[in-house]
C-alpha cells in the first residue's frame, strides 16, 4: 500500500507554512489516489496535532479523505484514510 509522509518538526512554529504542507500532501494524496497519509506533529504540548486536526475538520478538507485516525500507540502521530 502507497502511503505519503509529512514530519511537522521542522516548521512547527511556521503555520502559515504548515497549512501550506497540510495542502499540498492533501492534493498529492488525492491526484496521485495514495490511500494513506501519515502525519507526525510530534509529541510536544499537543498544540500542534491540535492545529492538524483543526485543518482536517475543514469541510473542503473533510470531504476530500475517509477518516482520521489518531495513533493509540504514539501521541504524535496521526493518519489520514483516504477511499478511491
Known sequence: ?????????????KGWMIEKELQKIIDEAVS????????????????????????????????????VEKDDKNFGRIFVHFRF
Open 32 to 67: 496521485k489516489k495514495i490511500s494513506l497519509v501519515e502525519i507526525i506533529p510530534g509529541k510536544g504540548s499537543g498544540q500542534l496535532k491540535k492545529s492538524v486536526l483543526r485543518f482536517l475538520n475543514q469541510p473542503d478538507i473533510k470531504k476530500l479523505y475517509h477518516r
Open 1 to 13: 500500500m502507497a502511503k505519503l509522509k509529512l514530519d511537522l518538526h521542522e516548521i512547527f512554529n
